[in-house]
């Protein structure tokens, strides 16, 4: 199992990409962002890239 420390917070992924907190809770339940529920919303760097790359031309 990864180790969650790794996984990123909510606000942390609104700060890398410059949108704002409840921008990135609606990319997570429209499921553009994988996102595991563990008290609070967390993703891993992998889910972060992927998206970006997604995003990408």
Sequence with gaps: ????????????????LG????????????????AVKIGQWKISQEALDQFIKSRSN
């Design 19 to 34: 949108i704002s907190e409840e921008w990135v809770r609606d990319l997570i339940a429209r499921k553009e962002i994988k």
């Design 1 to 16: 199992m990864e180790d969650i420390a790794k996984y990123l917070t909510v606000r942390q992924v609104a700060k890398k």
